[in-house]
């Protein structure tokens, strides 16, 4: 499934350029017909919005040996039933051209961890570790996006889509259970509990993206559909993993990771001011390798200020975050 996720922002890169051709070609015909790409009675129109998403997923961090050929280690992060709360503003320019800011932040969310160890055996699973008692500790998210139109119809647009995105996801880990090894002959021969509420492991994963994609509108009326298909290819990622337990901290910075979004919703235009919206979607940031620093947590703010042990001088880590997310909310035309 990686692959395509791969070849996706190159496929969307020749999509749009395949169709910018006919389009222009296409005004060239049709003598630029009065509201087929502007309008010179068209007053910008400024719409503000809120909504709430319900969003389940997974983010996983993983550690490797050998120059990133054997994995170590993987740590599950599961994001349970998280509820965010956001807000958007939408300004069009032209009939053929907006620009949308939107974000959201975490209202409330849980999540459970499942930490794996192959250290001495690389098929067999060493170590392993659960902690129910985990929790979503902040989900933010922010998006700036363009889009232009390429055709335009009354009730039919094609737009070619770019953007910038950044999300966070930080998770908190306490308690749980354990079966560890205590050398490579005695194997998940150590059995027992983490005491609940005792400080286990914190994950935090900053992924900012510049995307382009291809979107869709179908106007019905009062109703309308629309999708939208995103990716790239340069996705930026910072992340940080504490072990409080052992005191270690973790800290990678990643480059060149795959990236895509598939969206698709309707709405119901209620009013002339007021429009109710519905959409689900879907988000991948594909496995991506990167060096690894590790210090001791410091006594800071935010752990910062312990001691450099080292870096793996090669892939060493590594992450991958996938989310569904369903939206509904209510947007109000300002004009």
Same mark, same amino acid.
């Given at each position: 499934?990686?692959?395509?996720?791969?070849?996706?922002?190159?496929?969307?890169?020749?999509?749009?350029?395949?169709?910018?051709?006919?389009?222009?070609?296409?005004?060239?015909?049709?003598?630029?017909?009065?509201?087929?790409?502007?309008?010179?009675?068209?007053?910008?129109?400024?719409?503000?919005?809120?909504?709430?998403?319900?969003?389940?997923?997974?983010?996983?961090?993983?550690?490797?040996? @050998? !120059? &990133? *050929?054997?994995?170590? $280690?993987?740590?599950?992060?599961?994001? #349970? /039933?998280?509820?965010?709360?956001? %807000?958007?503003?939408?300004?069009?320019?032209?009939?053929?051209?907006?620009?949308?800011?939107?974000?959201?932040?975490?209202?409330?969310?849980?999540?459970?961890?499942?930490?794996?160890?192959?250290?001495?055996?690389?098929?067999?699973?060493?170590?392993?570790?659960?902690?129910?008692?985990?929790?979503?500790?902040?989900?933010?998210?922010?998006?700036?996006?363009?889009?232009?139109?390429?055709?335009?119809?009354?009730?039919?647009?094609?737009?070619?889509?770019?953007?910038?995105?950044?999300?966070?996801?930080?998770?908190?880990? @306490? !308690? &749980? *259970?354990?079966?560890? $090894?205590?050398?490579?002959?005695?194997? #998940? /021969?150590?059995?027992?509990?983490? %005491?609940?509420?005792?400080?286990?492991?914190?994950?935090?994963?900053?992924?900012?993206?510049?995307?382009?994609?291809?979107?869709?509108?179908?106007?019905?009326?009062?109703?309308?559909?629309?999708?939208?298909?995103?990716?790239?290819?340069?996705?930026?990622?910072?992340?940080?993993?504490?072990?409080?337990?052992?005191?270690?901290?973790?800290?990678?910075?990643?480059?060149?990771?795959?990236?895509?979004?598939?969206?698709?919703?309707?709405?119901?235009?209620?009013?002339?001011?007021?429009?109710?919206?519905?959409?689900?979607?879907?988000?991948?940031?594909?496995?991506?390798?990167?060096?690894?620093?590790?210090?001791?947590?410091?006594?800071?703010?935010?752990?910062?200020?312990?001691?450099?042990?080292?870096?793996?001088?090669?892939?060493?880590?590594?992450?991958?975050?996938?989310?569904?997310?369903?939206?509904?909310?209510?947007?109000?035309?300002?004009?």
């Amino acid at each position: 499934m990686r692959d395509w996720v791969s070849t996706l922002p190159r496929a969307l890169l020749a999509c749009v350029s395949l169709m910018a051709v006919p389009a222009a070609a296409q005004a060239g015909d049709l003598h630029f017909q009065p509201g087929l790409f502007a309008d010179p009675q068209f007053d910008p129109k400024i719409t503000v919005g809120t909504s709430v998403s319900h969003v389940n997923g997974i983010a996983h961090e993983y550690v490797y040996s @050998n !120059g &990133g *050929t054997h994995k170590l $280690s993987e740590l599950d992060w599961q994001i #349970n /039933d998280t509820l965010m709360l956001n %807000a958007e503003l939408n300004i069009r320019f032209s009939p053929w051209m907006s620009v949308k800011f939107d974000g959201g932040t975490k209202v409330t969310g849980s999540s459970d961890l499942v930490d794996s160890d192959w250290i001495w055996h690389g098929d067999v699973r060493d170590h392993w570790s659960h902690h129910e008692d985990t929790t979503v500790k902040s989900a933010n998210r922010f998006d700036v996006e363009g889009r232009l139109a390429l055709y335009r119809h009354p009730i039919f647009t094609l737009e070619a889509i770019g953007g910038f995105r950044w999300n966070e996801w930080e998770f908190q880990a @306490n !308690g &749980g *259970t354990y079966i560890y $090894s205590s050398d490579k002959n005695h194997l #998940n /021969d150590l059995i027992g509990d983490i %005491a609940s509420g005792t400080q286990g492991i914190a994950y935090k994963q900053n992924l900012l993206t510049p995307y382009l994609g291809l979107g869709m509108n179908v106007n019905l009326g009062r109703f309308a559909l629309d999708g939208s298909v995103t990716g790239s290819q340069w996705s930026f990622a910072h992340a940080y993993d504490r072990h409080f337990i052992r005191n270690l901290q973790f800290e990678d910075t990643t480059h060149n990771q795959s990236y895509a979004d598939y969206k698709f919703g309707g709405s119901y235009h209620y009013s002339d001011t007021v429009t109710i919206k519905a959409d689900f979607e879907r988000e991948i940031y594909s496995l991506v390798k990167g060096e690894v620093q590790a210090s001791t947590i410091g006594g800071g703010v935010n752990g910062i200020g312990g001691k450099f042990l080292g870096t793996s001088g090669g892939p060493g880590d590594g992450l991958d975050n996938e989310t569904q997310r369903y939206t509904v909310g209510l947007t109000y035309n300002l004009n």
